[in-house]
């Protein structure tokens, strides 16, 4: 049984493009969870998603969207990057009041 | 002040030693993670607690949930527990708030 699997691995991407990050939860997760960490920094929460809809957000700017297909799966969209914005983005599954569990991450560097 | 609160920061220890790492929250939990991060990234669920202690193999984590501490406990520590070890818990809603986690390197 495949765990969480991210996808890309590590992007490169210039200033004031957009990037588009995949995730798959593991078999049976509904619901799935983006976060960000910075080098050095703790995870910082993004965004929920559960039954194709946003139930919770973090403090980032709208410039951070999402999406949840009906197969669970999902995807962060981050627009108009900035230098800021590069960091490790984790996702994360889980059914509600179980273990969650994460995948390795994706890499993205703004230059 | 951060939600959740670890301490130490770094800690070094020398094979075989017993390792205590510490958590404090100040918010209301339903559950408290335990998860452990390797330098290439990705993150390891140890444990998930609400109430308890949880013991898997040489991991030994407790909550005190009147205190809103918890900690893990590493016996027998061996050069490939170095890792960062990062304190997490879930509110009302599922979302995580991670505490800045403690950096364990253990020598031989």
């Known amino acids: 049984d495949a765990g969480v699997t991210q996808s890309p691995t590590h992007l490169i991407k210039t200033r004031g493009q957009q990037v588009t990050l995949r995730c798959s939860p593991k078999s049976g997760h509904d619901t799935v969870s983006w976060y960000q960490q910075a080098l050095g920094q703790g995870p910082q929460f993004i965004f929920q998603?559960?039954?194709?809809?946003?139930?919770q957000r973090g403090n980032f700017p709208d410039r951070f969207s999402g999406h949840q297909f009906p197969n669970y799966s999902s995807e962060l969209n981050v627009n108009a990057l900035l230098l800021g914005d590069s960091a490790l983005y984790l996702c994360?599954?889980?059914?509600?009041?179980?273990?969650?569990?994460f995948g390795e991450g994706s890499w993205l560097t703004v230059v | 002040k951060n939600e959740v609160e670890q301490s130490p920061q770094n800690l070094t220890a020398q094979e075989g030693e017993f390792i205590t790492i510490n958590c404090s929250y100040s918010v209301g939990i339903s559950a408290l993670h335990w998860l452990q991060q390797h330098p290439g990234g990705g993150i390891v669920s140890l444990f998930m607690?609400?109430?308890g202690k949880k013991k898997h193999g040489r991991l030994i984590a407790t909550i005190n949930i009147q205190e809103k501490h918890s900690s893990l406990h590493i016996t027998a520590s061996h050069p490939r527990d170095s890792a960062v070890y990062i304190c997490a818990v879930t509110g009302t809603a599922s979302k995580l708030t991670f505490g800045t986690g403690t950096r364990l390197q253990v020598t031989l």
């Open positions: 607690l609400s109430s």
């Open positions: 998603y559960y039954e194709e809809e946003e139930r």
């Open positions: 994360a599954s889980s059914l509600v009041g179980n273990t969650i569990y």
